[in-house]
């Protein structure tokens, strides 16, 4: 008869996830779930507003651009008429893409822009231009995002943008075209002169 002591059973192992693992997963799951509610939100308060405005010719046309495209055409007129398509992303009666028009005796500046704040979501924010002015019209036009058209201007005309196509119609003075990111079109350039350049 023996007297020993029984021998316990081996204590049982459960197998799981692994904490940390369960923990990233916890951490995915809330940003998707976020960023669905931010989509939504961006997609519910997005916006299209039409502003036009006519000016008394310039000399000079300057537009500066954040985001958005840009046409500009050249007719048979006496004055500018400016066509601005502003699309405000959420949040928008708190962060508006700011756009403004500045006139002075000789020059016109179009400018937009939009804050970081205001470009959270999926809709877009910028402001994208249709000017008519003169044929004689001098033409500089800068864009961070955005195509660029110009058709039917005689005065000189300058290209600047950061990503962009870059188009060109019709022109009758000097031509300079740069962009960083984008594709680069001139028909029927009837000028002296044309400087492009794309990296």
């Known amino acids: 008869m023996s007297t020993g002591l029984a021998t316990p059973p081996p204590p049982r192992t459960t ?38 405005r006519t000016y008394q010719a310039v000399e000079e046309l300057r537009i500066d651009v954040g985001s958005g495209d840009v046409e500009i055409v050249g007719e048979r007129r006496g004055d500018v008429l400016v066509d601005a398509e502003i ?17 002075d005796d000789a020059r016109l500046d179009a400018m937009s822009g939009c804050s970081f704040w205001a470009q959270i979501g999926v809709s877009d924010c910028g402001a994208s231009f249709t000017i008519r002015v003169p044929h004689d019209t001098r033409v500089f036009v800068e864009s961070s995002s955005g195509d ?10 300058l290209f600047d943008a950061s990503s962009g196509d870059m188009r060109g119609v019709d022109l009758a003075g000097p031509l300079t075209i740069s962009t960083s990111s984008g594709d680069i079109e001139v028909e029927r350039h009837r ?7 794309s990296s």
């Open 191 to 197: 000028g002296s002169a044309i400087d492009a350049s």
């Open 87 to 103: 699309q405000r992303g959420m949040w928008r009666g708190a962060w508006r893409p700011e756009t403004n028009l500045l006139r």
């Open 148 to 157: 660029a058209t110009v058709t039917g201007v005689e005065g000189a005309v």
């Open 15 to 52: 197998r799981g996830l692994p904490r940390p693992f369960v923990a990233l997963c916890v951490l995915i799951g809330v940003f998707v779930g976020a960023y669905a509610v931010v989509t939504l939100l961006s997609v519910t308060t997005a916006s299209t507003e039409h502003v036009r």
